[in-house]
């Protein structure tokens, strides 16, 4: 199956600080990614879609200025976090999509094995 | 919009025993239905998909799931548990336009 990294795996930084985590699409293109964000013990929601070239699109609460997305390949998806405090704390996991398909058929996405934002 | 509901966020059995995680989804337009499974700090692998076609699907490790459309559920089934079975499943589900909507999970513990 497609592979997915992430990098870091793990991150402790001090408030104010920012932090970017790369997404990236090993052995194939992916023209769209996902960034989601899981609190302990919860369930994975998602934070944005992220397509090549163009804007992220942002869940509902999510602070686009907050969580900057950028894709700029179609190999790498990165998210910082901007003046992150305590409560950014969690684990954040990003999927790449398998292009082609089509509009009767599903693109599968693969996910990454997460990174775990630790900040102080 | 849709969602998922899992009943049960802790079940236990014992080794050898049936495994059984229940999953209801709304969706109104026909679902793409997944269960991931979670160990302990990593991501999510793909157990099974249902998209279209055969409504029992079989997936990795020994796991398949029943879509039934009229019960509105794809609950997921091993015959004999294991060890190793220990961790979080995720039932989701997705529209065409691809973003999964997850379940907040069950956790599954192996008794000896």
């Known amino acids: 199956g497609a592979v997915v990294s992430q990098h870091p795996s793990w991150v402790i930084c001090k408030s104010g600080t920012s932090v970017k985590i790369e997404c990236r699409s090993l052995d194939f293109q992916a023209t769209t990614m996902f960034w989601y964000r899981q609190f302990p013990k919860q369930s994975l929601m998602l934070m944005a879609t992220?397509?090549?070239?163009?804007?992220?699109?942002?869940e509902q609460g999510v602070e686009k200025d907050k969580f900057l997305i950028n894709h700029a390949s179609l190999t790498l998806s990165t998210l910082t976090v901007t003046s992150a405090h305590p409560e950014d704390s969690s684990f954040y996991i990003c999927?790449?999509?398998?292009?082609?398909?089509?509009?009767?058929?599903?693109?599968?996405?693969?996910f990454g094995p997460g990174t775990r934002l630790t900040v102080l | 919009a849709q969602s998922v509901t899992q009943l049960g966020s802790h079940v236990s059995v014992s080794e050898g025993a049936l495994v059984l995680l229940r999953c209801n989804y709304s969706s109104s337009v026909p679902p793409y239905l997944f269960w991931y499974v979670q160990y302990p700090n990593q991501g999510l692998q793909l157990l099974l998909k249902y998209t279209t076609g055969a409504t029992l699907v079989k997936g990795i490790n020994g796991f398949e799931a029943e879509f039934k459309k009229s019960e509105t559920s794809f609950h997921l089934t091993k015959p004999s548990a294991h060890m190793s079975d220990a961790a979080e499943y995720f039932c989701?589900?997705?529209?065409?336009?691809?973003?999964?909507?997850f379940g907040k999970g069950t956790r599954l513990h192996i008794l000896p």
């Open positions: 999927s790449a999509r398998v292009p082609g398909g089509g509009l009767q058929s599903y693109n599968e996405q693969f």
């Open positions: 989701a589900v997705s529209d065409r336009d691809d973003k999964i909507i």
């Open positions: 992220s397509n090549e070239g163009s804007k992220a699109t942002y």
